[in-house]
């Protein structure tokens, strides 16, 4: 399983966009890089799911460059309801592979 | 996307007493759940996967003894904290993966966490 790293904490205020950076040098050919978000007492969101290049969705985009050893989740112009903790994981999604959690990153989104 | 429940979200019991947890897919059916034990201001840890029809696999460090896991179909596994302690307390989360998902969406679906208390 690839070991991921992430920023402990970053702070943000609101309407600012946001940039978490995960590092994950281990990656593996078939192993796909998966962002989920957890607020305080509840389990984890997911937030985008990417292999390579760029994704976009409604929430969030995901930026991979191309030897793939880090990406990028980018929150636009964030609100005080997306403080919550950001977590990246790697991990090959057409077995049954476990999810490893790594530390997470805590964002704080201030007025 | 799919729902996954867990039951009951809270509870207290008193020390030396057996809990226990269920978690449900509620829209689709997973082979494989995943259970998850969070402290306070911690990650999120493995603790087992739990395949249906068969004994789960428990992380390094989890007693199986102390964490039993059914899986007894296709949308339930149930965790039952056997003589809990104060040290058990903690949250516990569930996930359960959808196999008919594909590329790009969300394939492991978390349940909303039980917390568990023990006095």
């Known amino acids: 399983l690839a070991k991921t790293t992430q920023p402990i904490s970053m702070d943000s205020y609101e309407g600012q966009e946001v940039n978490i950076t995960c590092s994950h040098n281990?990656?593996?050919?078939?192993?796909?890089i998966t962002w989920y978000q957890q607020f305080p007492s509840q389990g984890p969101r997911f937030i985008i799911q990417?292999?390579?290049t760029k994704v976009t969705n409604e929430v969030a985009s995901l930026f991979i460059p191309a030897d793939r050893k880090s990406s990028t989740l980018s929150l636009p112009r964030v609100s005080l309801s997306d403080t919550a903790v950001y977590y990246c994981?790697?991990?090959?999604?057409?077995?049954?592979?476990?999810?490893?959690f790594g530390t997470g990153t805590r964002l704080l989104v201030s007025p | 996307g799919a729902v996954v429940s867990q039951h009951p979200s809270w509870v207290i019991c008193k020390s030396g007493t057996s809990v226990k947890i269920e978690c449900r897919s509620l829209?689709?059916?997973?082979?494989?759940m995943f259970w998850y034990r969070q402290f306070p201001k911690q990650s999120l840890m493995l603790m087992a996967t739990?395949?249906?029809?068969?004994?789960?696999?428990?992380e390094q460090g989890v007693e199986k003894d102390k964490f039993l896991i059914n899986h007894a179909s296709l949308t339930l596994s149930t965790l039952t904290v056997t003589s809990a302690h104060p040290e058990d307390s903690s949250f516990y989360i569930c996930?359960?993966?959808?196999?008919?998902?594909?590329?790009?969406?969300?394939?492991?679906?978390f349940g909303p966490g039980t917390r568990l208390l023990v006095l």
């Open positions: 996930s359960a993966r959808d196999v008919a998902s594909g590329e790009g969406q969300e394939t492991q679906y």
């Open positions: 281990n990656i593996a050919t078939n192993d796909y």
């Open positions: 990417g292999y390579k």
């Open positions: 994981l790697v991990g090959d999604i057409t077995g049954f592979q476990k999810l490893v």
């Open positions: 829209d689709f059916q997973a082979t494989t």
């Open positions: 739990s395949n249906e029809g068969s004994k789960a696999t428990y």
